[in-house]
């Protein structure tokens, strides 16, 4: 994945706002411990529920049990929208990262987002790659990578709203 191209979009921005750099964005992103993403029901309502997730490659990867609602939802539609940020309204960052949620099986990478998962969270998370998915105490969990077609970036304190395309 190549360098976005970034442009501040000035109809949401304070007149002295600057675009947040990509780099900040993608910092922001990695230390985020918590995302929430937003899936479609087979009948188009929308489904939201939070998760901790991985930055990796230049994708934003997540797991989910097979059974529960985002994994049905992605069954049927790609599409999703991650969001991290603070709740504060005068400072810090804001991102939604859009893309298509595509499952990863390659148990090479699969391990690597287990070591990621593990380094992240301390030890707290520990997955076994394995047959394509997260083996753990629970059972399998399937993993997914989303690859960004759009980055939203929106500062607040100086109010910014930012566009990353790619």
Known sequence: MGAPTT????????????????????????????????????????????LPAIWLDGALHFCTGAAEQKAVNLRGNPHVALTTGRNDWDRGLDVVVEGDAVQVTDDAMLERLADAWRTKWDGRWQ?????????????????????????????????SHTRHRF
């Open 7 to 50: 442009s501040l979009d000035s109809r949401f921005s304070d007149p002295d706002a600057t675009p947040i750099s990509w780099d900040d964005t993608v910092e922001a992103i990695e230390s985020a411990e918590l995302f929430w993403i937003a899936t479609v029901r087979g009948d188009g309502r929308p489904h939201v529920t939070p």
């Open 127 to 159: 997955f076994e790659a394995r047959d394509g998915a997260f083996q753990h105490e629970v059972g399998p969990a399937l993993v997914y990578a989303v690859a960004p077609t759009k980055v939203l970036t929106f500062g607040k304190g100086t109010f």
